[in-house]
């Protein structure tokens, strides 16, 4: 009886040993069989002196540079062969067809022309999400459709940089250009897309045309697009010459590095849904009457050529979070009333505007700028007194920067006394005295502070910094004080 029960013990002890090497050796087993002969077969096809694949037969695929597998099915899920010269410019794609879960297929910068597809060889990519096959040559249409051809579930295709005409979309004789029927996001930038009719695929929510000079056609049928969420046209997509109706659907638009007239800036205000405008450098021409959106939340005018009477304008705009006007015209006395309503404002950035003099803040101060936790103004010639000013109206920020390449202010810490939440505060290249740490405890929330290139010399004065409740992280880098930090050590954990 002992004896039976010893052995059934061991028969147990051997089942369990004999399980947890089948669950090692599985392990040890990598990726399938199909897939690793299948990407070495690949290798044969990719690589140039720049880009070569140490893939060796017999060590585990999933492992393999550029390859990517599913750690649960062991199944090669993406493939990364950017770069890579597929040979002859010819794309087989029976080449990855043993690959039946691959998501995501990264061909860019391959110099493929053409795309091979066998007759009715099975499973063919139909897991396919996300496809790249940016800077490529595949122009012509009978290769962009093969190489397209069965792969029902992609959502994402990048055709930017493939010298695509209007042309390339139209096929000789009867049979029309279909694009895959799921696609939702769509990057042709970079393209020579100009006149002529195209169809787009119905359940497209992104659109990228970027750098191609489009026509009125092309314009015109983005109307038809109901899904269509975001929008990009920068750089030369349109001229000022356009006329433009938008998808009504519209959340997203970028037209900037574009010459713009009024008619397009009046457009704007059709797009109830529109919740991001981007205009980075723009030129406006004519006179400009700017009705924007009234649910915008984010609205990027950098590097423009606006001026102080801009501000007004975005008195309606009650749900701004974000607003960009850094590097524009704004010039001497800027009257800031028209941001003083923004309840939901969060980042403002009025960098690079060197030429203001001074902020006009409305009595009171009393602002509506509760929300407000961002501030940028670096490389403004700040005078300090024009400054507390206009902190007042800011008083909720945890960030800001004034960062500066010629700054004629001399800050000393007071002066961000009364900013109660202040966490981050960026001064490099800004003059400070040494004076400046002198009331250093007035800042008791701050967490990093960096003041490199400040020039600071002498000896650094003492100061209050236990007032400081969590401070983190203190930059000083490139300055001239010689003598100790008048710092314990365990009050900054990074120096
Ligand atoms: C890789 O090695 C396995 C086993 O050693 C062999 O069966 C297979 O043919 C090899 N594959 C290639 C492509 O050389
Ligand atoms: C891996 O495959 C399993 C089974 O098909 C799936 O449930 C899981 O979501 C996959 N994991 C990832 C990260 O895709
Ligand atoms: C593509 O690859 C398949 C399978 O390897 C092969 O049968 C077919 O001949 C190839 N097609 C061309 C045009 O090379
Ligand atoms: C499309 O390709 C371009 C160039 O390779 C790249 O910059 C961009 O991020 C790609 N877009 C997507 C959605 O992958
Ligand atoms: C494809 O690109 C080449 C090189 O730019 C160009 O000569 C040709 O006309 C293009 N084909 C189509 C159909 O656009
Ligand atoms: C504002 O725009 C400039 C230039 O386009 C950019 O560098 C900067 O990061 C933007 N500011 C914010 C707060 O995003
Ligand atoms: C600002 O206004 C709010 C109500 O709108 C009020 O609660 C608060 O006390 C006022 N603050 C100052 C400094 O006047
Ligand atoms: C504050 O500044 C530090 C150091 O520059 C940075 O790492 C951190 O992300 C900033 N915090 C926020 C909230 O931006
Ligand atoms: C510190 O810099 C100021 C301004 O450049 C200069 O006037 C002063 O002499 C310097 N002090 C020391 C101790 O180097």
Redesign the pocket.
Known sequence: MKMMRRTKNVCVALLIVMLLVEVLFSECEGCLKQENDALLRLKAHFGNPGRSFHWVNGSDCCHWESVVCNTTTRRVVQLNLYFSDEEGGKLNMSDFHAFEDLTSLDLSWNNIAACVQSEGSGKRLSNLRYLDLSFNMLNDTSNIQACLSGLSSLKTLNMTGNYLTVKSFHREGKERFSWPTNLEYLELSDNELSKGRLSWPTNLEVLDLSNNELSNDIISSFSMLQHLKSLYLRQGAIDDKRRLSWPTNLEVLDLSYNILNNDIISSFSMLQHLKSLYLRRVHINGERRLSWPTNLEVLDLSNGEFSNDIISSFSMLQHLKSLNLSNNQLCGSVDISGLCALSKLVVLDLSGNSDISSFVVPQGTNTSLSSMRVLELNNLKMEESMLQKLLRAFSSIRILSLKSEESKGTFVAGDFGYLDSLENLSLSGS?IG?EFFKRIGALASLKYLDLRRC?I???LLTADWSNLQKPEVLTLSSN?FEGPLPITGELFSSL
């Open positions: 003059y040494s020039r010399n002498g000896t001239e």
